[in-house]
Structure formats: C-alpha cells, structure tokens
C-alpha cells in the first residue's frame, strides 16, 4: 500500500471508480479477494457516504477499515481511527504502519503521542470525543472510522462514541462492529447531521457458518469428545479468571496434545522468560497444549498465548470473555461454561450481543468450513441427568433419585435461554450521553457562541426528551459553579474561560494539575518527603483493586486479632472492623487540598481522588515484584498489578517537576521503572519508543521476546534494588526472625544468625528501622568485577553504628533473575 500511494497518480477528489479500482488492485495483489459485503462497504465508502457495518467477526471488517483509510488519503482528508482500549489502539497502529508506511500514520494515547500530525490517526474513543468537544466542525477531522462501536452503549463510557457524531457534522463515519442490533435510528440521525447518505451493510452471511450445540455430559467429557473428533482450538470461556484457572489445572491431568505437539511447544518457548510464579505455572500448562487468557495475566503472557494459538500450537484456551474484544486468536470452538456472569453489581444473564460477541470467534476464515459453539448445562441439571440415565429403566431407583437443587443464588439458564440467545439480535444500542465540567470548559475553549454550542449538545443528542431536561439542569449547575468559581466570565454576553487549558485537557491522568499543586505542600526537608510525592501520584491513578482488597482484607484480620487479644465483644469488633481500609497515605491532607483546589478549580469534581498505597507499601516492605503478588496473594491479578506500577512509573516521570526531584525521588522513580522492566519490558519499552518517536517492529515476529536490558546496566536503579534487599533483612533482624532470614540466605544459615542476633543485642536495645536506617549513608558498597561487596551497617538507638551485616551480590546471578542476587556472608561488629 505504501508503494501504491507513492506510484499512484490519483489526485485528491479522484472519481470513486479510479479509487475503488486501485484498492481492489491492492487488495488482490496480497492474495486477497472482497467478500460482497467488504465490495459494497468500500464502494459505498469511496463513494463518500457514511457507513455502518454491522457484520459477523470473521467478514473482514477491518480491511474496510483499511480501504476507508486509503480513500481518505486519496482525498486528502485526516482520517482517525479509534478503539476502546489502548492495547487495540496499538495493534492497529502498527498494522496500519505496515500498510501505509510511518510517514502516514500516527498515534494519540494521551500518555504519548507519535507523528501526531499524520494523515491517519489512532486513539481511544475518549481521546477523538475531547478533540471534537474542544474544535468542533473546525476539527481537522475528514473521516472517522470507529470500531467495536457497540460500547456507545456502555453506561460509563458510551458519550465518547456519541460525542463525535454530534460534533463532527464535516465528517464521513464508518461505525463497525459484529453486534450492533437494529441501527436505523442512528442511520436516519448521522445522514441529518453529516448531510451525506448513511449506507448500512448488515445481515451477511458469516464466510464460516456457525454450529450451536447444548451439552449436558459432564464438561471434562465434552472437553475430550471436541478434541476427539476434531473440533479444536476451543475456547473454554469462564466469566471469572479464578474459574478459568482451574479449569485449566484441570485439564493438565488429560492428554490434550500428543508427543510431537508438545515438544514443538517446548522448542518454541524453550527461551522465554517466565519469571513468575504464574508464569511458572503457565508455562507448565502450554508445555502440555493448554492455553490461559484473562485481563489479569502480564501482558508478555497473554501475548505468548495469542501467538501460540496463532500458529496453531494450542488445542485449548481456558480463559474470560477478553477474546470478545477484537483479540485476533483463531479458534474453531468456542464452550461457554455458563450463560451467567456478574456484571459488577448483579449475577445475570448474558444479553444477546455478549452472547454473539463471544460466540462469534468460533470458525476461522481460511481454515475451518465452520465454527462450533457450544453451551454447558448448568453442574446440577448435568448431574441430575446422570443420575436418571443410570437408573434406566428401573422405576423404583428412578423414585430414588434425589436431585441434586441448583446452588443458592443461582440464575438459572437452561437448552431455552442458549436457544433464545441463539436467535436474537444483539440488541438496540442506547444512548448514555453525560454532561461534564471537562466537557463544558472545552465547548467554551472552542470559542463562537458558547451558548448555542452546548444547547445543540444537551438537546441535540440521541437521549430521551426527559433525560435531556436533566442534562440541562446539570450543565446549569456545572455553569454556575464554573462562573461563580471564576474559572469562566461573562462579558459583554459572550463566555470565555478566565485560564489556559492545557493542550491535553481531560485526555491523560486529568488530576494531574491538582498533584502539581498539592507537591508544594510537602516539606522537602521531611525524612518523608519522597514517599509523600509518591502517594500523591498515586492518588491521582485509577484503583487495582485486586490489591487494595487484599491489603483491605490483611488490616482488618491484623485488626481481629489485636481486638480479640484487648478483650473487645464481637458485635462492637464488628462495628468497628467496617472503619477500617486499605492504607491511605496523606488522606486529610489531600482531601482538604482537593476541596480548596476544586473552589477554583471546579471541574476537578468530574474526578475522585483515590489516596493509596501500593508503590510505596513495595517500597516501604522493600519486596521485589514476586514477593508482592505473592505477599497479598494476587497472582491471577499480577497483570493488573504490574500494569498499575506502569501507570505510577509514567505519572512520576511526567508529572513531578525536576525541581523537587531530590536524590531519593531520583532512585524511586529509577527502581520502580527498573522494577516494571525487568518483569515485563513491553509495557515501558514500548512507551518509551513511541514518546521518542521511534517505532519498532509489530508483526507476528519470534514468540521468544528479546530479553530486558541488563538489570545491573542501570546502576542508580540496582543500587535501591540492592539497597532493598539489605532493609529487608534489616527489618527480620529488628523483629528477631530468625526463620525469615534463614529462608533468604540458607547458606549463612540459622544458627549462625541466632549467635549473631544475642551478640548485638547483649549490647544495643533494640535496631531501628526508620528512614535512616534504609538511607543510603548506612549501605557501602565496593564495585568489583563480576561481584559487589557491600556492608549493611545497622542503625542503633546510641548512633554507634557499630554493628554490620556483609554481603555479596553476584552481578551475572542478578542479570539473569531480573533482580538482586545477594547472599550475606556475615553478622558482626566492625
């Protein structure tokens, strides 16, 4: 495609013809040829009409996407790309590089841009919806291709997919996705909006049709009679990643794959890095055919699992619902072990377009002649029938049967409800529109008549009469606040903001202004104060609330106990266990910083502020990432966790100003990048290339990824991972565990460690553990070939500092665990 744009003569405005011609030319010389619904979809697009294209998974959408592209190009016109998340966003950011060449194609995320002037833009929905806010019909948007388009239907995020319809009139749109429902509405308001025709290509026959099939065997047997017979790669999706989990340990006992598929496994990961105790089991499982797939896994794992199963090396995937969003993983069956799930506030059913969403990755194009999707009966029915079939035809042990009822809390489904999925239509998308402050200040930051600006947006939108009289008297609100605030004025009947918005306004962590502010009420002279920047970055960042409800759930058991020992009565316990959460560092400070912030800066109440600890509880317990996860037992949320740790180390790099960057903030910020790093390197590597405008390979490439860059080549980042080590072993010694320090260094042994420990306190009280005592005044280290010798000294009440611990670390050893690899050698005085 590159070269075709180069060596086309096709001037901007090219008759539709010429341009439809030079795709299918394209198109045809990659070896593929238009299905009838991508034909019509690029004749209608070419033809510079609206599209909606609503077709099964499978039918190509996205090389619509791609002749969409090329005919904006053709045209002259900015065409952006958008999709839900970020992990989309990149994948075909990458692919349209490919095709277009880099010169061509940029990407917005918000914590980083590239080539952001380019002709083809990808970002999320969120980040095109604030662009259409702030410019409006000036946007230099000419075309705007939005996938997965059903989320305008989510109830939290569906006004970014429905902003830029109502703001962007100069544009032509291509709204794609497998499962819209019934678009005629939508199709009538986009034509009245844009002025152009609104084309819609639906009801296409999948290329590979679909079988569905009710099941009431156990699952293990349907499990192996798909596999028997032929029906492999499956999906076995759960609607939870602990379910998924074990279904997979499950089928570890079964022969999933043969000799030869196995040791083809073997050779193709022999070197990857699993370095975790997930990863460790994970890698046991794809060593025996079994795949896992959830949101919660690192993403280099989840990554290694699509690429394994891209080449046909998985028989089974046990995983969530995460392949219904846009994954490209081919399997031919897909075995859906409920029809339930809990959607974050009730257990229900599955609604027709998840049903489909799902379903719909069943069969692949250019493999299979068909798809398989399959339902598991409910445990008990299975269960009940098993029974009634061993009973057979005795009448008398029939009567017998005890039937085994459906758990409490159960929502029943049944062979009905599959059939009832099967054939509805995903249903008619809703509107979910919202009024903001971030939204309002950029309507006014637009400029021109403000007012009649934001009437068309409250009332000019796809929401109900009534519901729009309630956005009005919210942007009434939001308005009043805003003037009283002085954040906008009102002169001479025209509204106009009263401050500079930054450019990126409401597009990346949007109480990044509030965390500048509250920095400088830290005292930087404070032992403190480098972990206090720490916490008000992390203030500012969504919660990982896998985390936080386990350090929820270890405070209050450490509550229990200390309560029952001071004799407390249960009813009063439990009263007083509800008063108690997950630590919140500087919780009054920013609350009454964030009220005084917000009397002038009022739209910041769009936003909560979350006041935790997770960076800097790693830190303070000085542990290395596994350690961590396996401190709150959090594994099957590791992912979620490391990519929180990303999220903090790009926060802290961007947001906290060089000049209150102090030496220990420095060493911070470097270990948790380190951190980050040496766990997963996609997540900052990537970043980092994008920020520095450097863009890399993103094809299918090797499944073994390049190893991370040596731990000890950065020094300041190995000096506090070293440096950490030693505190820990500071803190066993302070609390006199002897069988923790046995367990980190075997070799110097327990006994040893007990003689030591009566030694030094025969002559100090007791060992402190405060910020001098993990400072880096107290840590010597001599540099030496291959190894490090260094010496812990020991914080004492009297400030002797007479008593030490010694140690090596082994540099080669470190490098290749991702981490620092100590061992003490001695416990003494000096």
């Known amino acids: ?34 299905y009838p619904a991508q034909d019509e979809a690029v004749i209608e697009i ?24 090329f005919a904006a190009l053709i045209d002259d016109r900015t065409s952006f790309y958008t999709a839900p998340i970020k992990a989309l966003v990149s994948e075909k950011f990458f692919a ?104 819609v290509v639906t009801g296409v026959e999948r290329p590979v049709p679909l079988h569905y099939y009710y099941e009431t065997t156990p699952i293990h047997e ?68 079994i795949g896992v797939h959830h949101a919660g896994m690192l993403p280099k794992y989840r990554r290694l699992v699509e690429q394994l199963a891209q080449r046909g090396m998985l028989r089974v995937i046990c995983g969530t619902d995460t392949l219904g ?28 377009r998840e049903f489909h969403q799902i379903a719909g990755r069943a069969g692949r194009a250019g493999y299979d002649t068909a798809g398989t ?55 008619t998308l809703t509107s979910h529109m919202q009024i903001t402050s971030a939204m309002m200040l950029n309507i006014i930051a637009r400029g021109g008549d403000v007012f009649a600006n934001m009437r068309s947006l409250v009332y000019d939108n796809h929401e109900t009469r009534a519901q729009q009289r309630l956005l009005a008297l919210r942007a009434i609100g939001i308005y009043r606040t805003l003037l009283h605030s002085g954040v906008v004025e009102h002169v001479d009947g025209a509204i106009r903001l009263t401050v500079d918005l930054q450019p990126n306004f409401a597009l990346n962590q949007p109480l990044s202004p509030f965390a500048l502010a509250a920095f400088e009420l830290l005292d930087p002279d404070d032992a403190s104060f480098a972990l206090d920047i ?102 099957r949320s590791e992912g979620v966790v490391l990519r929180y740790l990303s999220d903090a180390y790009r926060a802290a790099s961007q947001t906290i100003p060089e000049h209150l960057k102090t030496e220990e903030l420095h060493d911070l910020i470097e270990w948790l990048g380190e951190l980050v790093r040496q766990v997963d390197s996609s997540l900052l590597d990537e970043w980092e290339e994008l920020v520095a405008g450097v863009l890399v390979g993103h094809g299918d490439g090797p499944v073994v990824p390049p190893a991370p ?33 046995a367990e980190l260094d075997a070799a110097f042994g327990a006994d040893a460690w007990d003689a030591a420990l009566d030694a030094y306190f025969a002559e100090h009280d007791e060992i402190l553990t405060d910020a001098d005592a993990r400072g880096p005044k107290l840590l010597l280290i001599t540099e030496e070939p291959g190894a490090w010798r260094i010496r812990q000294i020991l914080h004492d009440p009297a400030g002797d500092h007479d008593w030490g611990i010694s140690a090596t670390v082994d540099l080669a050893a470190s490098d290749e665990a991702g981490e620092a690899v100590i061992a003490v050698t001695g416990f003494d005085r000096l």
């Open 709 to 741: 860059k040596r731990l000890t080549a950065n020094t300041r980042a190995f000096r506090v991972l070293v440096r950490n080590e030693m505190f820990r072993r500071v803190q066993l010694v302070a609390r006199e565990n002897v069988t923790g320090l």
């Open 534 to 635: 720490v916490s008000i970055a992390e203030s500012t960042l969504d919660d990982p609330r896998a985390i936080l409800s386990q350090q929820e759930f270890l405070a209050r058991g450490e509550a229990v106990g200390a309560m029952k020992a001071e004799g407390i009565e249960y009813d009063e316990r439990m009263e007083l266990l509800e008063q108690i959460s997950y630590p919140k560092p500087l919780e009054e400070l920013l609350g009454a910083a964030f009220e005084t912030y917000s009397a002038s800066q009022p739209w910041i109440r769009d936003f909560e502020l979350h006041p935790k600890s997770v960076v800097r509880d790693m830190y303070e317990r000085a542990m290395s990432f596994g350690e961590y996860v396996a401190y709150y037992k959090v594994a």
């Open 46 to 69: 070419v033809s510079r009409q609206n599209l909606i294209l609503s077709t099964p998974t499978g039918t190509g959408k996205s090389l619509v996407a791609v002749g969409a592209h």
């Open 96 to 199: 349209l590089v490919d095709i277009f060449g880099a010169e061509n194609v940029g990407m917005i995320t918000g914590d980083s841009s590239v080539n952001s002037d380019a002709p083809i833009i990808c970002c999320t929905a969120e980040i095109l919806a604030n662009l259409a806010l702030r410019e409006g019909s000036d946007a230099d948007v000419g075309q705007v291709v939005m996938d997965e388009f059903h989320f305008y239907g989510d109830p939290d995020r569906g006004w970014a997919w429905q902003v830029p319809l109502l703001e962007l009139p100069q544009a032509q749109f291509v709204l794609m996705s497998a499962t819209l429902g019934d678009v005629t509405t939508l199709a009538e308001d986009l034509t009245r909006r844009t002025g152009r025709e609104t084309a």
């Open 325 to 352: 969003v846009g994954i490209n993983v081919p399997i031919r069956t897909v075995l859906l072990t409920a029809l339930t799930k809990f959607d974050g506030k009730r257990m229900r059913q599955l609604n027709a």
């Open 1 to 34: 495609m590159a070269e075709l744009l180069e060596t086309s003569s096709l001037p901007a405005g090219s008759d539709p013809d010429a341009v439809y011609a030079a795709f299918v030319e394209w198109a045809e010389s990659t070896g593929i040829s238009l």
């Open 222 to 289: 349907t499990i192996d009679d798909l596999l028997t017979t032929g029906q492999s790669p499956i999906y076995i999706v759960h609607f939870s990643q602990a379910a998924a989990m074990e279904r997979a340990q499950a089928l570890a006992s079964a022969k999933v794959a043969t000799r030869e598929q196995r040791d083809a496994i073997a050779e193709l990961i022999g070197g990857f890095r699993f370095t975790t105790a997930f990863g460790k089991t994970l890698s046991r499982l794809l060593r025996m055919g």
């Open 373 to 427: 999707v399959v339902a598991q009966a409910p445990e008990h029915e299975t269960e009940n029938l098993a029974a009634i079939r061993k009973a057979g035809d005795d009448v008398k042990k029939k009567r017998k049967i005890i039937r085994k009822k459906a758990p409490d809390g159960f929502v029943s489904w049944g062979e009905p409800s599959f059939q009832k999925l099967v054939g509805s239509e995903p249903e």
